[in-house]
């Protein structure tokens, strides 16, 4: 442990691990972006993370030089931290060798910003690797919900004959125009996804509704309230989430039958809140226990009802954690699946969700399934990243109390 702990150990064992971190993220890129091949190669990664690593440290203007000359001829011998196949154009081939050395050289300079030449303290050390692991975490999460998201656009771009051709090619012609988007065009005109996204805004926003009406008096009362089996309550609102929906499908399914809710949006609207409220219920509890309980004091002094002060005191207060609340349940009931597929068999009454599975059949082509998957993805991620400051904001809130 002592001898990693100085400057010429540390900066090439982080150059070589870093950099080959880079070579797989940018390989991995320009395969997808060129539908050519692209695939990190470990021992140039090691030539090129030790030149990387000892350029990085402070010294001497003319060391980044000398190392972009060695990386350079590394590359010219076959030690390039990137195999590339045959047929790249040769823009490709640059810009993956820039992108690979900018990004490594950028990433090891932040890390080994205090690292220097000879011994190192512990926390200098302890610093430069959770920097490195720091950002081999970024690149990571960041690639397993990006990829995806990816592949799935861009398939929802491409015609059949594209697709049969090369499954597996995830560039785009832009030649193409506004032609990239007739899969979409091809749902909302001969699919009917126009019905399906205003059932479930529908359904979404009355879920949303019914489940605040129940759970802010039954959160409010168990915060606030003292009475018999006060204490089992709170800590019973998740049982529900104990018993997978799976268990009560078909129990579901023959009530709904039988009372003729079944095929029907007053039913999913009926039984969608039952999922949501046991939630919003746990989450506001905590919130409403974290507001003083002398300003409510106050109001009942002055004459307030204790229905007024929950409407013109603790409402107003709670705020936050309603707009949170509110987030959470519209998304539950956004992307809610197994209900919708059970109960629904009309189209002209799917939900989205339901929709986009109707789609998955051998006589529709694959990328009606992914631009449905993107029409579905895109309005709640756009919700969620516009709001995310609201909702951590509400989540946190109430962890303080006074």
Do not use: C
């Amino acid at each position: 442990m002592k001898a990693l702990r100085f400057g010429y150990v540390t900066a090439p064992l982080l150059g070589i691990f870093w950099t080959f971190v880079i070579a797989t993220t940018v390989a991995v890129a320009m395969s997808f972006a060129t539908g050519s091949a692209f695939r990190p190669f470990g021992l140039g990664s090691l030539v090129w993370g030790v030149v990387i690593g000892f350029a990085s440290l402070p010294g001497p203007i003319w060391r980044p030089a000398l190392a972009a000359v060695f990386a350079a001829l590394a590359s010219y011998w076959g030690f390039g931290p990137i195999l590339i196949g045959d047929g790249v154009s040769a823009l490709s081939v640059a810009l993956g060798a820039v992108a690979t050395a900018g990004f490594a050289a950028l990433g090891l300079r932040i890390m080994l910003d205090d690292v220097k030449i000879g011994a190192i303290n512990r926390h200098i050390f302890e610093a430069a690797v959770i920097k490195f692991l720091t950002g081999v975490g970024y690149i990571f999460f960041t690639a397993i919900v990006l990829i995806p998201f990816y592949v799935m656009v861009l398939t929802s771009l491409k015609n059949q004959a594209e697709l049969i051709q090369n499954p597996l090619d995830f560039s785009i012609d832009l030649g193409q125009g506004w032609g990239l988007f007739r899969s979409y065009e091809e749902l909302f005109t001969q699919f009917n996804f126009g019905t399906y996204l205003t059932n479930s805004f529908l359904i979404s926003v009355l879920t949303v509704i019914i489940t605040l009406l129940f759970a802010v008096p039954g959160a409010y009362a168990v915060a606030r309230l003292r009475f018999q089996g006060r204490a089992a309550f709170s800590r019973s609102i998740l049982l529900i989430y104990m018993v997978p929906m799976i268990v009560l499908a078909l129990p579901i399914y023959i009530a709904f039958s039988m009372t003729g809710l079944r095929n029907s949006l007053a039913g999913i609207i009926m039984i969608y809140p039952v999922t949501t409220i046991p939630v919003a219920l746990y989450m506001l509890q905590g919130y409403f226990r974290g507001l003083p309980a002398e300003v409510e004091e106050a109001g009942l002094m002055d004459g307030l009802s204790r229905l007024q002060v929950i409407w013109k005191i603790t409402l107003p207060l709670s705020l936050p954690a309603m707009a949170s609340v509110s987030l959470y349940v519209f998304m539950i009931a956004w992307n809610e699946f197994l209900l919708a597929f059970m109960l629904l068999d009309d189209p002209s009454k799917f939900t989205l969700t339901r929709g986009i599975a109707s789609l998955n059949s051998s006589e529709i082509p694959r990328q009606h399934l992914m631009a449905g998957s993107v029409i579905a993805t895109v309005p709640i991620m756009a919700l969620f990243l516009g709001l995310e400051r609201f909702m951590t904001k509400g989540l946190t809130a109430g962890s303080v109390k006074g």
